[in-house]
């Protein structure tokens, strides 16, 4: 298994193909028991995370546009409709006359204004791009993690089912064990003891079948809740599962991909870009700003002294302008906008300590696995063989009633050990691509094959 680079965009038009093809299967295969792919569609779905991530991510994107628009030109209109009545004393010789003028004013104004110099306005476009594609990794990173609580979930589902077997059929086996210890305590050739030490092993095993009971109500409740519907059973494992025998690529070349492509470690450094250009925009304070500014305004007896004059005018040129002081309000915000971009420079470097980490602890389940899982399915053979062995022994008087107890024990134990490790590969698997940000719909859908 060699891991392989994906883009973002490649990601997303892939999954949303094939999200569509298992919308149109999910009621299909209801019938049958809801497979993996079905969960992570039905997830993708309902679950109200993801919904709330989605629009975030629809919210995020204008942010290209908004920032861009500080860029383009800004055009705006102005009317006005007045309604003049006014008293004007005139001289007129040597006495004073008293008028009442009354008349309509009107006014209109369209400009325009284009920056041709503006810091500013140059660095919120690159912060709303940045902001843009920071949404967009944000919103890749979350899709990922619905993909693993979906898996984890449908997972725990399986490994609670699949311990509640295993219990009922330990404390079956007990209860076939006390039946034989009973008639050979019958016919004098039992024990008290072996009663009392099977009748032990058999109250535990039902207080476990009790405990399982519990956990399979509690994990399907919270598989539930992820995939927003009810659930009335789930494709178990396949029986002939194997663990893929090719070991993964090494540490370091998956580690390499990672820092290119998770898209958490994405989103972590456009948000620096993006506090970069915060502390570019407090800077251009104190930059001088050049607009082309042109208008054009017709007028109609707007005031008194043009009263019963028409004007048209059109006027176009370059406006400077040069800030002096602003009380030290510039110098204050970029000195705090260097601040929150260390701060996201640190966050940075937080995020990508935690992914490496996840990506060490992913990589090294999956390369352990196929030892692991091998020898616990010869530990469950073997113990299947030692537990008839146990019981021919015992007919034969070698052994004695709590060695078959032990055997069963043991038997058991090594069950849960494999089914264990048997998700904890699946899972691996995908929290490796997970953290490496190579994680894409094709892959939750080869672990999905492993299911029946």
């Known amino acids: 298994m060699a891991p392989s680079k994906t883009r973002l965009t490649t990601k997303r038009v892939r999954r949303a193909a094939w999200g569509a093809g298992i919308l149109l299967s999910l009621l299909a295969g209801a019938a049958s028991g809801m497979s993996l792919q079905q969960a992570y569609a039905a997830a993708l779905k309902n679950d109200p995370v993801f919904r709330m991530n989605f629009y975030e991510n629809e919210a995020g994107k204008e942010n290209r546009i908004i920032g861009r628009s500080a860029l383009l030109p800004n055009i705006s209109g102005n009317y006005g409709y007045t309604r003049n009545k006014t008293d004007l004393t005139q001289m007129l010789g040597n006495r004073e006359v008293l008028t009442h003028p009354d008349f309509t004013g009107r006014s209109g104004v369209i ?19 940045a902001q843009a594609g920071e949404s967009a990794a944000r ?38 064990q006390m039946k034989v210890n009973a008639r050979l305590f019958e016919k004098g050739e039992g024990t008290k003891t072996d009663m009392l030490e099977t009748q032990a092993r058999l109250d535990l095993a039902e207080a476990q079948v009790l405990e399982g009971q519990d956990a399979v109500i509690a994990a399907r409740n919270t598989f539930e809740g992820v995939v927003g519907m009810p659930v009335d059973k789930l494709e178990p494992l396949s029986a002939d599962f194997r663990v893929d025998a090719v070991p993964p690529a090494s540490f370091e070349e998956w580690s390499k991909i990672a820092l290119e492509n998770n898209p958490d470690l994405q989103a972590a450094r456009l948000a620096v870009e993006v506090a970069q250009q915060e502390v570019n925009r407090a800077r251009a304070g104190h930059a001088p700003r050049l607009d082309l500014v042109a208008s054009y305004s017709k007028n109609d007896s707007e005031s008194l002294t043009t009263r019963g004059q028409e004007t048209v005018n059109r006027a176009i040129g370059v406006q400077l302008n040069v800030p002096i002081y602003s009380g030290g309000q510039v110098s204050a915000s970029a000195r705090q906008a260097v601040a929150g971009r260390e701060r996201a420079k640190a966050d940075y470097d937080r995020r990508a300590s935690l992914v ?59 069950q849960r050990d494999l089914a264990q490790a048997r998700y904890g590969y699946l899972l691996g698997l995908l929290r490796l691509r997970a953290a490496a940000g190579t994680l894409t719909d094709e892959d939750v859908y080869k672990v999905a094959r492993y299911f029946e």
């Open 139 to 176: 919103f890749e990173f979350n899709k990922d993690e619905v993909a693993l609580r979906v898996a984890g979930a449908y997972m725990d589902v399986l490994y609670a089912d699949d311990q509640l077997k295993l219990a009922r059929a330990q404390r079956d086996a007990f209860m076939e």
């Open 111 to 129: 400009q325009l204004r284009q920056p041709l110099f503006n810091w500013d306005a140059y660095a919120r476009y690159r912060q709303g791009v």
């Open 356 to 414: 490496m980490v996840e990506l060490r602890k992913a990589h090294s389940v999956v390369l352990s696995s196929v030892s692991r899982v091998d020898a616990l399915v010869k530990a469950v053979s073997s113990g299947t063989l030692l537990k008839t062995a146990t019981e021919q022994s015992i007919k034969g008087g070698v052994r004695i009633n709590l060695d078959l107890l032990n055997a069963e024990q043991q038997l058991a134990a090594s």
